[in-house]
Every structure is written in C-alpha cells, then in structure tokens.
C-alpha cells in the first residue's frame, strides 16, 4: 500500500519559517513526480510547487517563488517543502502528492494519484 505521511506544520508568526516534511512508502520517490498542494478556508485545492523526478524540472506557483524551495531526499524516501519568509496568505493544510506522469502542469491537482492526509500551516500577523 502506498502511504505518502505529512508533517512540520505550525503555529508561526509573519516572516517565520517552516520546513514540511512528507515520508512516503510504497514507492521509489525517485521514480515519480511529486508536489505540494495548499488549500485556505473556503478556497479550492491549489498548486503550490512540484517536481519531475524523472525530468529534473521544478516548478513554483507565482505566490511562493522566492520563498518555497521543493527538494527530496531519495535515500530517506522524503519529499520537503522549505518555508520562508511566511505570510498569512500562506496559510492552510498542505498536501504532499505523488504521480507517475502528467499532461500538461504538475501543479494540477487531478495530474495525482497518491495523496498525504495534509498538516495544517498557520501564519499570524
């Protein structure tokens, strides 16, 4: 069964940092393409960053650029999101996401077969 884990969210105040941490069994993380979903009270699921695994190429929806850095371990089988410089709009549970291909945008949410439970962000003023 594969199971994708997320941890690291928090209570942290604007212009903090978090690091979300997303640990993944059932397969080889360096296999797939993987991203990072948010979604805020009353606002639909959105892209926030994600990677080709298999083609090297990184992707960063234009709220965060500057601010998240995607990465992944492969030996521990963990995906990561680092934080910084957090805003308020950064607020909301964030998903980790795994897929073996996508068509046009790894920051589509339908491209994903295999989803993490999300563990909540809070940014205060």
């Known amino acids: 069964e594969v199971q994708l884990q997320a941890s690291g969210g928090g209570l942290v105040q604007a212009g903090e940092s978090l690091r979300l941490s997303c640990v993944v069994s059932?397969?080889?993380?360096?296999?797939?393409?993987i991203g990072w979903f948010r979604q805020a009270p009353g606002k639909e699921r959105e892209g926030v960053s994600c990677?080709?695994?298999?083609?090297?190429?990184?992707f960063y929806d234009d709220s965060v650029k500057g601010r998240f850095v995607i990465s992944t371990d492969n030996d521990k089988n963990t995906m990561y999101l680092q934080m910084t410089n957090l805003e308020p709009g950064d607020t909301g549970v964030y998903f980790c996401?795994?897929?073996?291909?996508?068509?046009?945008?790894?920051?589509?949410?339908?491209?994903?077969?295999?989803w993490g439970q999300g563990t909540l962000v809070t940014v205060s003023s």
């Open positions: 990677m080709s695994s298999y083609r090297q190429n990184t």
């Open positions: 996401a795994a897929t073996g291909w996508y068509g046009t945008s790894c920051l589509n949410d339908y491209e994903y077969v295999y």
């Open positions: 059932g397969l080889k993380l360096g296999d797939y393409s």
